[in-house]
């Protein structure tokens, strides 16, 4: 059996490689999969959108080598941030949110902006990460992870990506671009989504 994940980011594919490696599988990116196609994340929510890419990348699988798809599991996820006095904007557009282009800095100055005056109590906010998995023989899991904190009030730390300067850890008293990687693995949405993902995968290919 081996795992494609729906995914060109090599930042992903380690943390992947980390968590599903005890299962045995192959481990493969799209691109090393051979697999190339663009599949549109036209639902309403994290668990939708990881589901539509996880079918469409098994599809694309399907269709140039239908052998090779009884062997395959593919996986696929979508995160975000939701802060809840936005009505949890961004969420799933967290990619899109002032164009796919804008840099993060802009995005993260944007979103503390919009808070200004706003109390620690009232600034909640969550990563969000669903993973979907789609098996050979049209069997379909999904899991989701969350990690809570607050937006911050100024940008700090250069670890992670996206919103990570932002979103203040009350736990760590520090953002999670401020905490080392294996710490932010520990506790990060796609960290459970994906632990707990690979429990379901153990229970299947056992
Ligand atoms: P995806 O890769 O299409 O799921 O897009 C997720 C988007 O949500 C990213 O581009 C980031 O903007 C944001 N995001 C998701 N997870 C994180 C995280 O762990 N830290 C910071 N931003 C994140």
Known sequence: MRIVFATGNEGKMREIRGILGGLGAEILSMKEAGVDGDIEENGTTF???????ARGVYELIKNADAKAAQETIVLADDSGLEVDYLNK????YSARYMGR???????NNNIIERLNGVPDEKRTARFV???SAVLPGGKELSTIGNMEGIIGHKIAGTGGFGYDPIFFLPQYGKTSAEISADEKNAISHRGKALREMAELLKAELA
């Open 101 to 107: 282009d804008t840099s993060y800095t802009e995005k």
């Open 129 to 131: 990460c669903a993973i």
């Open 47 to 53: 668990s939708e959108n990881s589901m539509i890419k």
């Open 89 to 92: 904007e961004p969420g799933i």
